[in-house]
């Protein structure tokens, strides 16, 4: 398998603070909804070591998917379990959204800020940090996009599904042979992209649309 080391380079800071933040952001939506499962195993903490999973991020650099440390809570802590589970498996894809959104703003003061130097001053960034700075920021907002337009999908063991199963009314049957059944498709799919270079998941589409709006 052929690997891009200047593009996984780039990628990596996203992948790290995108994982990072999305398990906090979990753990922290069960901490207030008044769980403390996740703050006793220490996950309300921003420390990626914390939250990555190293087969699963090994997995993200060579197959371009992969997972983090799932985040426990105890349903029974909750005040309204039905709501509330969706709103902590909601919390951890909408703060990638968040994240890639400001990173992409964040690249587009960047170059304002290089260009108005330049032209007030006659100074030039050196081209090695221009492209380093660009190309992380860029790449960061591009992978957090990535990640809430995945995992929203309602496929297991994704978020979305959890929010989708907060949404429905199944029997205690019929979750189970969605997760089963749901979970073969995701995988099937997932092979399928990785093996054929075909989008049946075109994130590229949404990451593309939000780019276009913010940087033009």
């Not at 380079?9 to 995108?18: F, R, T």
């Not at 001053?121 to 492209?131: E, F, L, Q, R, S």
Request: aromatic share 12%; proline share 5%.
């Amino acid at each position: 398998m052929n690997i891009d080391l200047e593009s996984t380079i780039y990628s990596l800071p996203g992948i790290i603070l995108g994982l990072t933040l999305h398990e906090y952001c979990h753990a922290f939506a069960a901490y207030k909804l008044g769980d403390y499962t996740a703050k006793e195993e220490g996950r309300l903490s921003f420390n990626p070591i914390k939250h990555i999973d190293p087969i699963g991020f090994i997995f993200i650099i060579i197959a371009g998917f992969g997972w983090a440390k799932p985040v426990s809570f105890r349903q029974s802590n909750l005040k309204n379990p039905r709501r509330d589970k969706a709103i902590i498996a909601a919390a951890g894809p909408f703060s990638n959204l968040l994240l890639g959104i400001a990173c992409l703003f964040v690249v587009k003061i960047f170059m304002f800020a290089v260009l108005h130097i330049y032209y007030a001053t006659g100074i030039a960034i050196p081209d090695m940090i221009y492209t380093i700075i660009g190309n992380v920021l860029l790449y960061s907002g591009i992978i957090n996009l990535s990640l809430f337009i995945f995992n929203m999908l309602p496929l297991p063991p994704l978020d979305g599904s959890h929010i989708f199963l907060s949404g429905v009314r199944l029997s205690a049957t019929q979750e189970e042979q969605f997760m089963r059944w749901g979970s073969i498709i995701l995988f099937v799919i997932i092979i399928a992209e990785n093996t054929m270079n075909i989008d049946i998941i075109p994130t590229h589409l949404f990451t593309q649309w939000v780019a276009s709006l913010i940087l033009g």
